[in-house]
């Protein structure tokens, strides 16, 4: 990691662009979402981090603390942090991007002393953390619903236990609650309940439904 007194300003440059433009790239992701810390808040957290590191190790000499300086930059990247979190009522918004900037302030740390393979394996991982996983997190906790509807079958096209063979194929179990006839017994009449429907595809449900061999309408009830 060489001796911080005989750093030149090429490297030295070169360490702060680099750590301003990992924070930048972690920071682009949060402001694409509209997060109270953005692009610029990220790449200066990453960049004073990776300066302060600088500094403290140069000024110290060989006898510095790297424990000390840690500590005393993820103590004020906390309190930065801190100020993105925000409660509404029952719920708090805000601790992604707090977590975001404290460790982007690693991630500088780290370009600091010049252990670029941290620096970069850091960035990539949180990159994919924020943008790759949030779409396996909705669908974790994608909010769902439970469907009744009433389902009208030409009798003579198809009977109650074809439908439910049909409910069945495309991944529905439905629960019967009653079923009645009109018009002399040529439609049947069937309530069904689908459980656990996500509440977006929920107009899909009712379409593939109403697709169906024999079904002659669909409503939601």
Same mark, same amino acid.
């Given at each position: 990691?060489?001796? =911080?007194?005989?750093?030149?300003?090429?490297?030295?440059?070169?360490?702060?662009?680099?750590?301003?433009?990992?924070?930048? +790239?972690?920071?682009l992701?949060?402001?694409?979402?509209?997060?109270?810390?953005?692009l #610029?808040?990220?790449? +200066?957290?990453s960049?004073?981090s990776?300066? =302060?590191?600088v500094?403290?190790?140069?000024?110290?000499?060989?006898?510095?603390?790297?424990?000390?300086?840690?500590a005393?930059?993820?103590?004020g990247?906390?309190?930065?942090?801190?100020?993105?979190?925000?409660?509404?009522?029952?719920?708090?918004?805000?601790?992604t991007?707090?977590?975001?900037i404290?460790?982007?302030?690693?991630v500088?740390?780290?370009?600091?002393i010049?252990?670029?393979?941290?620096?970069?394996?850091?960035? =990539?991982?949180?990159?994919?953390? +924020?943008?790759?996983?949030?779409?396996?997190?909705?669908?974790?906790?994608?909010?769902?619903?439970?469907? +009744?509807?009433?389902?009208?079958?030409?009798?003579?096209?198809?009977?109650?236990?074809?439908?439910?063979?049909d409910?069945?194929?495309?991944?529905?179990?439905?629960?019967?609650?009653? =079923?009645?006839?009109?018009?002399s017994g040529?439609?049947?009449?069937?309530?069904?309940?689908?459980?656990?429907?996500?509440?977006?595809?929920?107009?899909?449900?009712?379409d #593939?439904?109403?697709?169906l061999?024999?079904?002659?309408?669909v409503?939601?009830?």
């Amino acid at each position: 990691m060489g001796d =911080f007194h005989l750093m030149t300003a090429d490297l030295l440059i070169a360490r702060l662009s680099l750590a301003a433009a990992l924070g930048a +790239l972690v920071g682009l992701e949060r402001e694409r979402h509209e997060r109270p810390a953005g692009l #610029r808040t990220h790449l +200066l957290v990453s960049m004073g981090s990776c300066l =302060f590191t600088v500094i403290s190790v140069a000024v110290a000499g060989t006898a510095y603390d790297p424990g000390r300086v840690a500590a005393g930059i993820i103590t004020g990247i906390g309190f930065l942090g801190a100020g993105t979190i925000i409660r509404h009522g029952g719920s708090v918004t805000g601790l992604t991007t707090a977590a975001s900037i404290w460790s982007v302030a690693a991630v500088g740390m780290a370009t600091g002393i010049g252990w670029w393979e941290a620096a970069l394996a850091g960035t =990539f991982l949180m990159y994919v953390s +924020l943008a790759g996983l949030k779409a396996i997190e909705g669908r974790l906790h994608a909010e769902t619903e439970t469907l +009744l509807l009433q389902v009208e079958i030409r009798r003579a096209e198809r009977s109650l236990a074809q439908l439910h063979a049909d409910l069945r194929a495309l991944g529905y179990g439905p629960v019967e609650r009653r =079923f009645s006839v009109r018009d002399s017994g040529a439609i049947g009449i069937v309530a069904v309940e689908l459980p656990e429907v996500p509440r977006e595809r929920a107009a899909e449900a009712i379409d #593939r439904i109403a697709q169906l061999p024999g079904v002659a309408a669909v409503t939601s009830v």
